[in-house]
């Protein structure tokens, strides 16, 4: 038995009573298991509950009262029909339960996160803040993407049971009908050929075989249209294991976490950092005290520091977007003030005025600028250069600016934030010179 309390445990059915563009593509692909379009039209739709899986009186268990043994292995197509939608109803409820469950946490850690998302940013003003709180979006997005995947999936389990459940009710009926009809006839038959009930001859085996044959018919057309509408049904579960799996490596992604590493019980297997210590950004994204921590360290290593000559050298031959080779000394230097020295005016969420203080650390633009003294920039790095100085030269045309207007008009020139490149686990303390 599982100890994990979303691993729902399958009941007796006796006492069981009688439920990002990925997320986008969920949101569809449920709707169109949630609207039983693909459920054949032969079948008309699905019921609306589990019970139905549950087979009650066996129409051919009367035959053996009959003491015609002869009569049965004329009747195994109707029998192997029957077996062959028998299932296990308690199972299948199980794992739609274990499904609904598993969307339930997904749910429930979605409106947690989003909260707590809300509240601890508050006061996370400047890039950084926008940044974390961009991030957090697209968090929160996987997270409910998966609960609408697996809740889609929770429905489906149900709905293939519920049809199966139905197709076993008509087959059943059939068969019944089947028994009523032969109960008329074969008295007759036997009478004819004049021999009792127990015996047969070659015509009313014959016939026997005829009758099997027109039911066997009936119930293989309905068996079809089971068969066809579970196959559109598997079609739709494979476009959402696909999606779970894109949520999986988008979540891993966000948390820092490699999707390698994940075993199957969605364990995550833990991490070797880079170099050890506080010095390297930590890994999980979602630990914001450690990663605000990390953060204002750098920032002060790097404040600590001169790098101007180092980080312009290390982008002398990146392509500019006014068209130039590289950014300048003063230029960087120009950056490096805007960044980690001078205050800007920003805005109090909490009473709507204008405060004066420095730029929250991010510990993406100091990943960044790790990137660059170290003399390995990506070109994002670059992006962020371009965004700074845009916003600098703002600020100096236009005394009394606020930092939306600045970052605003600076995102029209280069928007880095929605670029920001995954984490590099950079570690502040190593040597750059």
């Known amino acids: 038995m599982s100890d994990n309390p979303l691993i729902a445990q399958a009941q007796s ?6 439920g990002l563009g990925l997320v986008e593509d969920a949101r569809q692909v449920s709707a169109g298991i949630r609207d039983n379009s693909w459920v054949d039209v032969t079948l008309g739709g699905v019921g609306s509950s589990l019970d139905a899986l549950v087979l009650a009186v066996d129409p051919l268990g009367s035959l053996f009262a009959w003491g015609v043994g002869w009569l049965m292995e004329h009747l195994k197509p109707l029998r192997d029909a029957l077996d062959w939608l028998a299932g296990q109803p308690d199972e299948i409820a199980a794992h739609a339960a274990t499904w609904r469950n598993v969307s339930a946490a997904a749910a429930q850690a979605h409106e947690q996160y989003a909260a707590d998302a809300r509240a601890q940013t508050a006061y996370w003003y400047g890039a950084s803040g926008d940044a974390y709180r961009a991030r957090a979006g697209d968090q929160l997005a996987a997270v409910e993407g998966t609960a609408t995947v697996t809740n889609a999936i929770s429905y489906a389990v149900e709905g293939a049971g519920l049809l199966v459940g139905l197709v076993r009710e008509i087959v059943r009926d059939l068969i019944a009908q089947f028994v009523a009809t032969l109960a008329v006839r074969l008295p007759q038959w036997l009478a004819a050929e004049g021999v009792t009930l127990g015996l047969a001859t070659p015509a009313v085996a014959g016939q026997v075989a005829t009758l099997v044959s027109q039911w066997a018919n009936r119930i293989q057309h309905f068996i079809r249209a ?99 080779i590289g950014f300048s000394t003063a230029e ?46 990506l070109p994002e790095d670059v992006v962020l250069l371009e965004h700074e100085l845009a916003e600098a030269r703002y600020y100096d045309a236009h005394p009394g ?24 686990y950079e570690d502040f303390s190593t040597p750059w010179r």
């Open 13 to 18: 059915s006796t006492t069981w009573s009688t």
């Open 226 to 324: 089971l068969l066809n509408s579970l196959r559109r049904l598997s079609g739709k579960l494979d476009e959402l294991a696909s999606i779970l799996a894109r949520l999986k490596q988008t979540l891993a992604r966000l948390s820092g976490t490699n999707a390698a590493n994940i075993t199957a019980d969605g364990a995550a297997i833990p991490t070797v950092r880079f170099h050890g210590g506080h010095s390297t950004r930590p890994r999980s994204m979602l630990d914001i005290e450690r990663q605000d921590e990390w953060a204002g360290d750098a920032y002060e290593s790097i404040r600590a520091e001169p790098d101007v000559d180092v980080v312009a050298s290390s982008v002398q031959d990146s392509d500019r977007l006014d068209g130039s």
């Open 332 to 377: 960087i230097e120009r950056i490096r003030q805007h960044v980690f020295f001078e205050e800007h005016p920003l805005t109090d969420y909490q009473t709507g005025g204008i405060v004066h203080r420095r730029y929250d650390p991010s510990p993406d633009i100091a990943e960044a600028w790790l990137r660059l003294r170290a003399g390995r920039p």
């Open 401 to 424: 600016a606020t930092y939306s207007e600045a970052h605003h008009a600076a995102n029209a020139v280069s928007n880095w934030q929605n670029q920001i490149p995954e984490p590099t």
